[in-house]
């Protein structure tokens, strides 16, 4: 199914696309950097509409949540595209590369998460804030059913697309790739100043947020970037968590993998600022669990995949000093 995109703008013989801040400037036959958005017949079509790269059932702490619903799982699924071209993409099959694909309408999407083992639907894999027409569409029909939309995202969108999902977003992790301007513009292709400001919004409107950073080799494996972008993420609020995730070489990408040395005092500068700073893509003695921000009790113990509830009441808050917490049961 092809769809017309509400957001876009007409400047001589080009088509703007308006839905992401890059504003492709598109002539007849031309598909944007997202892949998913192609001028037929003079239109600005969505050619990616319905089109599902990939749909699993997963648990919610690997997209990662770990204070949204934990032990819960989660039908996963995203489009084929990007609209970054980050050298390091861990999924650039399918988000750098026009991938096999195949259509769900809405309502059939909807039908898979009719049984109560899920407890919704979780748009990832590659960015889905590029599937907007198909999220805006399928998303009011999530809530109808008494399920949950979750978000897992580069951030990089337009205000006025972002504000039309709003309403409808529960959680998203956002990757919070630099807390550097200059290392935004020049190794992802977008501007941080928006991708902060959207980071904003949500916290704003009551979504549950969490931030991942991957600390990439030579990019942002410091603990005094690490520090900054810690420091910026407790100005809004110091118990957003941060997932702090080790690098491999991926990708255009051959920097070898972040140290162990460098990922300890990384999660270290972190925890200056934050109070909950968790490890991504590594086993390590701290960094897993979920304890208690008053008296230190585990909260939610995590081996891999594999959640254990302790001390949480049904409210999330703990049962051993009473002291409230982030964690939405």
Same mark, same amino acid.
């Given at each position: 199914?092809?769809?017309?995109?509400? *957001?876009?703008?007409?400047?001589?013989?080009?088509?703007?696309?308006?839905?992401?801040?890059?504003?492709?400037?598109?002539?007849?036959?031309?598909?944007?950097?997202?892949?998913?958005?192609?001028?037929?017949?003079?239109?600005?079509?969505?050619?990616?509409?319905?089109?599902?790269?990939?749909?699993?059932?997963?648990?919610?702490? $690997?997209?990662?949540?770990?204070?949204?619903?934990?032990?819960?799982?989660?039908?996963?699924?995203?489009?084929?595209?990007?609209?970054?071209?980050?050298?390091?993409?861990?999924?650039?099959?399918?988000?750098?590369?026009?991938?096999?694909?195949?259509?769900?309408?809405?309502?059939?999407?909807?039908?898979?998460?009719?049984?109560?083992?899920?407890?919704?639907?979780?748009?990832?894999?590659?960015?889905?804030?590029?599937?907007?027409?198909?999220?805006?569409?399928?998303?009011?029909?999530?809530?109808?059913?008494?399920?949950?939309?979750?978000?897992?995202?580069?951030? *990089?969108?337009?205000? $006025?697309?972002?504000?039309?999902?709003?309403? *409808?977003?529960?959680?998203?992790?956002?990757?919070?790739?630099?807390?550097?301007?200059?290392?935004?513009?020049?190794?992802?292709?977008?501007?941080?100043?928006?991708?902060?400001?959207?980071?904003?919004?949500?916290?704003?409107?009551?979504?549950?947020?969490?931030?991942? +950073?991957?600390?990439?080799?030579?990019?942002?494996?410091?603990?005094?970037?690490?520090?900054?972008?810690?420091?910026?993420?407790?100005?809004?609020?110091?118990?957003?968590?941060?997932?702090?995730?080790?690098?491999?070489?991926? +990708? $255009?990408?051959?920097?070898?993998?972040?140290?162990?040395?460098?990922?300890?005092?990384?999660?270290?500068?972190?925890?200056?600022?934050?109070?909950?700073?968790?490890?991504?893509?590594?086993?390590?003695?701290?960094?897993?669990?979920?304890?208690?921000?008053?008296?230190?009790?585990?909260?939610?113990?995590?081996?891999?995949?594999?959640?254990?509830?302790?001390?949480?009441?049904?409210?999330?808050?703990?049962?051993?000093?009473?002291?409230?917490?982030?964690?939405?049961?």
């Amino acid at each position: 199914m092809m769809i017309s995109t509400p *957001y876009y703008s007409r400047h001589s013989d080009k088509i703007i696309c308006e839905i992401c801040p890059i504003q492709c400037k598109l002539s007849e036959g031309q598909v944007g950097l997202c892949l998913g958005r192609e001028v037929i017949d003079g239109e600005l079509i969505t050619t990616n509409y319905g089109q599902l790269v990939a749909l699993h059932l997963d648990p919610i702490e $690997k997209k990662p949540l770990y204070h949204f619903k934990p032990g819960s799982e989660i039908l996963s699924t995203g489009p084929n595209g990007c609209n970054l071209r980050c050298k390091w993409c861990q999924n650039c099959d399918i988000s750098q590369l026009k991938a096999n694909t195949h259509y769900y309408d809405p309502e059939h999407l909807i039908d898979q998460i009719e049984s109560p083992n899920t407890i919704g639907i979780a748009y990832t894999y590659t960015e889905p804030l590029m599937w907007y027409e198909y999220l805006r569409d399928v998303m009011p029909l999530v809530h109808k059913i008494g399920k949950v939309n979750v978000l897992v995202s580069n951030g *990089y969108i337009s205000p $006025k697309p972002l504000e039309d999902l709003v309403p *409808y977003i529960d959680a998203a992790n956002i990757d919070l790739k630099f807390i550097d301007e200059n290392l935004y513009r020049k190794y992802a292709g977008c501007e941080l100043g928006v991708i902060k400001k959207n980071i904003e919004r949500m916290v704003e409107a009551g979504i549950h947020v969490e931030l991942t +950073h991957l600390l990439v080799s030579g990019l942002a494996d410091n603990p005094v970037h690490t520090s900054r972008l810690a420091k910026w993420i407790a100005s809004l609020d110091t118990s957003i968590p941060l997932h702090l995730s080790r690098y491999f070489p991926s +990708h $255009k990408w051959n920097n070898p993998a972040t140290s162990i040395s460098t990922l300890e005092a990384c999660y270290q500068a972190a925890r200056e600022h934050l109070t909950h700073v968790y490890m991504g893509n590594i086993q390590m003695q701290d960094g897993k669990d979920t304890h208690c921000s008053s008296c230190g009790e585990i909260l939610i113990e995590r081996s891999s995949y594999h959640t254990t509830l302790h001390q949480l009441d049904e409210s999330g808050n703990c049962k051993k000093c009473g002291a409230t917490s982030t964690i939405i049961m």
